[in-house]
T-cell receptor, first 112, second 112 residues
Framework: GEDVEQSLFLSVREGDSSVINCTYT??????LYWYKQEPGAGLQLLTY?????DMKQDQRLTVLLNKKDKHLSLRIADTQTGDSAIYFC????????????FGTGTLLAVQP | DTAVSQTPKYLVTQMGNDKSIKCEQN?????MYWYKQDSKKFLKIMFS???????INETVPNRFSPKSPDKAHLNLHINSLELGDSAVYFC???????????FGPGTRLLVL
C-alpha cells in the first residue's frame, strides 16, 4: 500500500543545517516532491527529484533519494527563521491520474 | 496574476447546511484536484478531473460532489455538512505531460 511517514517535529538553530526525513513503502513512484506550508498559507512546491536520481541540489536545498531503503531527505543549508514551516514529502505515481500521496508533515522550528 | 485561486478563503457555517467552494486556474492546465487537510495537517486526495472528466474518486462520502463546468474550473459542493468536514481544502492543477501539481491557497472550512 501507499504509506509515507515523516517525523513530526524538528528544531534547529539559525545558521545550522536542517535535515528532514521521509520514508515510504511503495517504490513505484515516478517523482518525489518536497512542499512547504507556512502558517496559515497554502502549499509551495520547493523541489522535486525523479525516481532514477540519487541527489538533486538547488541553492540551499539538497534532496537525497535512497531507493533501496525507500528513504528521501531534504537538507536545508544555513537555515533561517523564514524557513520555519511544515514540510511535506509526497510521492507521485504518474500514469493517468498522477495521484500525490503526502507524508504526515514535519514542523521545522528555527530558533534565533 | 497566473495562479490557482480558490473562493472563499474562509467559510464558517452550521452543521446540516449545504455549501460550495470554488477553484479556478488560468494556467491552461488540463487536470485539477481537490485535497483535504485535516486538523492534524494530514493531506489526502479527494477527487481529480481531466478535461471535465472525473479520473480520481477516493473514498469520500457522497455528500461531496465535485463539478467541473470547464477545464479551468473545479468546484466542490458539500451537502449536509458535518463537524468532521472542518478542514482546509486545497485545489491543485497540472498540465498534461508534466507531473508537478500547483496548489491554490486553500479554503478553510469550519463547521459549527
Amino acid at each position: 500500500g501507499e504509506d509515507v511517514e515523516q517525523s513530526l517535529f524538528l528544531s534547529v538553530r539559525e545558521g545550522d543545517s536542517s535535515v528532514i526525513n521521509c520514508t515510504y513503502t511503495d517504490s513505484s513512484s515516478t517523482y518525489l516532491y518536497w512542499y512547504k506550508q507556512e502558517p496559515g498559507a497554502g502549499l509551495q512546491l520547493l523541489t522535486y527529484i525523479f525516481s532514477n536520481m540519487d541527489m538533486k541540489q538547488d541553492q540551499r536545498l539538497t534532496v537525497l533519494l535512497n531507493k533501496k531503503d525507500k528513504h528521501l531527505s531534504l537538507r536545508i543549508a544555513d537555515t533561517q527563521t523564514g524557513d520555519s514551516a511544515i514540510y511535506f514529502c509526497a510521492e507521485n505515481f504518474g500514469g493517468a491520474t498522477n495521484k500525490l500521496i503526502f507524508g504526515t508533515g514535519t514542523l521545522l522550528a528555527v530558533q534565533p | 496574476d497566473t495562479a490557482v485561486s480558490q473562493t472563499p478563503k474562509y467559510l464558517v457555517t452550521q452543521m446540516g447546511n449545504d455549501k460550495s467552494i470554488k477553484c479556478e486556474q488560468n494556467l491552461g492546465h488540463d487536470t485539477m484536484y481537490w485535497y483535504k487537510q485535516d486538523s492534524k495537517k494530514f493531506l489526502k486526495i479527494m477527487f481529480s478531473y481531466n478535461n471535465k472528466e472525473l479520473i480520481i474518486n477516493e473514498t469520500v462520502p457522497n455528500r461531496f460532489s465535485p463539478k467541473s463546468p470547464d477545464k479551468a474550473h473545479l468546484n466542490l459542493h458539500i451537502n449536509s455538512l458535518e463537524l468532521g468536514d472542518s478542514a482546509v481544502y486545497f485545489c491543485a492543477s497540472r498540465p498534461t505531460g508534466v507531473e508537478t501539481q500547483y496548489f491554490g491557497p486553500g479554503t478553510r472550512l469550519l463547521v459549527l
